[in-house]
């Protein structure tokens, strides 16, 4: 059966890449020779379901270096440690509606206006623990790798390129520590900053990467947690407002997902909830982001309505059915009582219908019973008002509740994933 149907994400991937493969429009990145002579005709691209499955089509074993991708995933590591509060003392989160090296700091704070322009990302590598250069890097490899899965090595002849001209990364360290805000010495900011940018992945692994955050942290093939789900959501908005640098508003009305890109040609896509893409292809537009892999994303997003805000239809009703049970029923209640079987996830809104469509059919005449055995989940915010439910409702002349709650799998009560 497999075998007959192959991968009908891998040909919808495929079909895509061969509707962008004559876009030769773009340069490759020649700030440093080791980027100028990256071979400009690759194109990858892959999917990540939060279930763990990973589709890939063209060239996604092509490795590349991670760039600005890093980005993203350092502030999360950052957020992840030292809570929001902390990591808001060193950067703001506002667009900057600039270039990704532009001299983008608050006048009044000197903070950087978000950590996905370089000035924001060396103070977020600047936090990093450890006092040397090496040590932070330590730390930023180790998480990236928990993200994509597996050991991921350096490339070195990047890293001393950038390392050997990378004076403007300097000047904006410079700046933010004179501002205060860089948590280190220049120096140890910027090489291990620039070691950030040197990892050497591919597309495969961005979408793992991605599909991380989209799992709310939990790295989708490992099963490792590799962040809180706090932190994977802050990193989440912070990628949907300034991603794409200067190309965010635009990027996020075609296109829809929090992405960020670098670079080295890489792009990684969130759709939180389903799955991360990755995508690969050198040649840059003018404001550093893959031509290819931008319209790859766009077309994909097109095609399969991938939009976040996409308008998902009338939802259907968390009430599955509503029964009496009459004498002779053994349908969960007792006799007289009105018994609504719940499906599906329960979130703040299915909660809302649920509780306001009883509420008027709490009355004398027996008790309401809530059937929760078809409920996949009941969401935090959805709990904390189903929990005062059967209290309040008072209590039926036998001393029964007016309201009780048939849980067999303690959906109510489980622990959030
Ligand atoms: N290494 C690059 C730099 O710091 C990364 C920038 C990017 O990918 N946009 O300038």
Redesign the pocket.
Known sequence: MAAALGDPVRHALEAVLDAVRDRTDGAVAD?IPELAKVEPEQLGAALASTHGVVHEAGDCDAEFTI???SKPFVFALAVDALGLDEVRRHVDLEPSGEP??AISLDEASGRPRNPMI?AGAIVMTSLMPGDTADEKFAVVLAGIERFAGRDLPVNEEVYSS?AST?D??RALAYLTRSAGTLGAAVEVATLA??RQ?SISVNARDLAIMAATFATGGVNPLTRERVISEDAARWTTAVMTSCGMYDESGDWMVRVGLPAK????GGIAAVQPGQFGIGTFSPRLDAR?NSVRGVATLELLSERHGLHMLQHHGAPLSPIASLSRVEAGDADGGSDGDTVVALRGEILFSEAEEILTRLAPLVGDRGCLVLDFTAVTRVAAGARTIFSALPDTMGRLADGRSRVAVHDPDQVLGAAER
């Not at 890109?261 to 080295?264: A, H, L, P, R």
């Open positions: 700030y760039q600005s991708v990704f090296n370089n950038e990378g403007r990364n900053y620039f940018c890109s670098g670079v080295g550093g």
